[in-house]
């Protein structure tokens, strides 16, 4: 997908305050992980990692709190290639989480590698 200036701009300022982690990366993690989707509904329906939970860009500042209280847990977020996962992470960062990481790749990234996959 070609995105629009403005945007990669704001991912790429993003992108100076956020940690990335690539697949093998997450690999190492052994499950430590909680794994948030924040790609749409529709994209989530039409299958995510599987162990994934699913916050989408929308409401994960809004129900983050709820669903994920301890601000020290180990979060990686993923979206289709790694923009908006960065722009979460920046936000939940400014939040108050400590251990928040961006899959570099995405779901992209996650189907390429042959990462288990999952279907509601």
Known sequence: MKHDEAFLALVNDAKT????????????????????????????????AAGAIHLSKGIIERDIEKTVPDKQ?????????????????????????????SLAGGWRAWTEAGMPVAKP
């Open 17 to 48: 305050r956020i940690r990335e982690i690539d697949i093998e990366g997450y690999r190492k993690l052994s499950g430590e992980a909680i794994l948030v989707d924040v790609r749409e509904d529709r994209e989530w329906a039409d299958g995510h």
């Open 73 to 101: 847990a180990l979060l990686v977020l993923y979206c289709g290639g790694g923009f908006r996962s960065a722009l979460a992470a920046d936000n939940l960062q400014k939040m108050g989480y400590t251990n928040v990481f």
